[in-house]
């Protein structure tokens, strides 16, 4: 007997006010703290913000599970010219991935999970940069680490974060680090050492590299790179007028477009053709009663995606479905133009968190953050807060409830279709598996299952369905 998602009894939610976290600056990981270490840093100014809109032709390179024993949600950009460093993300991702699979996954467990995000630090003039944040859940600590991508659009060449350092300021630099480094608490020196000296264990540890708004240069290693591992993360952050001289030429552009960007990137790439974006406008409220008629309402998740969901958009609007869509936050941010036109056509825009981890795995604050960064980002994109939430994998507790105002929304028919690239499996499980008033789980990341939606719609308006949003449906029963 399937559990209905529809119940009322069932999404009422407590209230809660916003924090500070809700506004914060956080990267879009997926918002567990890093390993606290006595003795810190002060914390340096910030990195400053980048609109990944305004980059022409960026595509955001989404996958996700909503396998319970394995889950896990990767992201990475795409941007036109600067391929070698996409190839180079690319390669990491899917070797965390294959480890994550091959190993933590094996065991199975609900305690596992595999988040990968990414945040644009620079993207202006002649250069680009982007750190991914993985969190693993399946090794000891917080499982948080990051890696920052460099791209010099005049050199046309991937760049790793050491390449910010000129050649012959790199033993200076290392110095540098060391004295800022040895006296802390959990630092073993002897280690510390070794790792900064061999230069294949200095390149993999000198992974974070990153300019903050006034010049100064942030460092930043993972847990257990140079100190034991219970000690946590260490930062390192130069002021400017300390790192300026021992900065390459292409330090010195990154450095220069963090503090002052230019109004656009031009990494030497053709120019992108801007998508075209559907124009599909709903003629008024759907007036259709579900008392009456058999109703089904489709859904798909993570997105948007270019140009997936405009292909989605198209083939809803011939057959004059309406849907929900529960969007990812970053992707979001990177198509709110896509966004707008789902709004425009009828469609409803739900809440997906920002980058898609297991909220029953984070605390209050990092739950608010999550599903109030991605709220904000839809209401920039269309003008109105969303009032449903579809919690990654599933997963919800009392704690998540709490945490947010928004109502919750899973599903009755999961097409798999994250597991199954295969457009007629798609389209034969959700029409062999529909009942009237149910919740269909799809996603619009993958060309595979938006191949399968006119076969869908086809099929199952032949016989008598109509197809609504989840809000439409909830208020007809």
Request: charge should be negative.
């Amino acid at each position: 007997m399937r559990t209905h998602t529809l119940v009322p009894s069932l999404l009422l939610l407590g209230a809660f006010s916003c924090t500070a976290a809700c506004s914060s600056g956080s990267d879009g990981s997926s918002g567990t703290a890093s390993d606290a270490r006595p003795g810190a840093a002060p914390t340096p100014s910030p990195v400053r913000g980048v609109d990944p809109s305004k980059i022409k032709g960026l595509e955001i390179v989404s996958d996700s599970s909503e396998q319970s024993s394995c889950p896990f949600a990767t992201s990475y950009p795409n941007v036109p010219g600067a391929e070698a460093m996409t190839a180079a993300m690319k390669k990491d991702v899917d070797e965390r991935l294959a480890d994550f699979r091959s190993g933590a996954c094996e065991g199975g467990g609900n305690s596992l999970e595999l988040n990968v995000s990414h945040q644009f630090l620079v993207a202006s003039g002649d250069v680009l940069g982007v750190r991914l944040s993985t969190q693993d859940h399946s090794g000891a600590g917080s499982g948080l680490s990051t890696r920052t991508y460099w791209y010099d659009g005049k050199a046309g060449a991937y760049r790793t974060p050491l390449g910010l350092v000129a050649d012959g300021s790199q033993d200076a630099f290392i110095a540098a680090l060391k004295d800022q480094l040895k006296g802390r608490e959990g630092i073993d020196a002897t280690a510390l050492d070794s790792t900064l000296s061999d230069p294949a264990s200095r390149t993999a540890a000198l992974d974070d590299m990153v300019f903050t708004t006034d010049g100064g240069l942030r460092v930043t290693f993972d847990r257990g790179e140079v100190g034991v591992p219970p000690a946590g993360t260490y930062m390192v952050a130069f002021p400017k007028e300390t790192i300026t001289p021992w900065l390459s030429a292409f330090g010195q552009r990154v450095q220069q477009q963090t503090m002052t960007p230019s109004r656009s990137l031009d990494l030497g790439a053709a120019p992108v053709p801007a998508p075209a974006v559907p124009t599909h406008t709903a003629s008024g409220d759907d007036d259709t009663d579900c008392k009456k008629v058999t109703c089904i309402a489709l859904t798909f998740d993570d997105g948007p995606a270019a140009p997936e969901t405009a292909t989605l958009l198209t083939s809803l609007a011939q057959y004059r479905a309406r849907a929900t869509f529960f969007t990812v936050g970053q992707n979001v941010a990177a198509h709110p133009e896509l966004v707008r036109a789902e709004a425009r056509a009828g469609h409803e825009v739900g809440n997906h968190s920002w980058n898609h981890p297991d909220l029953t795995k984070l605390t209050p604050s990092q739950i608010a953050s999550q599903l109030n960064r991605t709220s904000a980002a839809i209401k920039a994109a269309t003008g109105k807060a969303p009032t449903l939430f579809r919690p990654p994998y599933g997963a919800i507790n009392a704690q998540v409830k709490s945490a947010t105002t928004l109502s919750p929304v899973l599903w009755d028919v999961d097409t798999e279709d994250w597991k199954y690239r295969d457009e007629d499996k798609v389209a034969r499980t959700v029409i062999a598996k529909a009942q009237r008033n149910d919740v269909v789980l799809m996603h619009d990341i993958h060309p595979t299952s938006v191949a399968a939606v006119p076969q869908i719609l086809r099929t199952l308006t032949d016989r008598g369905y109509h197809f609504v949003t989840v809000s439409h449906l909830r208020a007809s029963l």
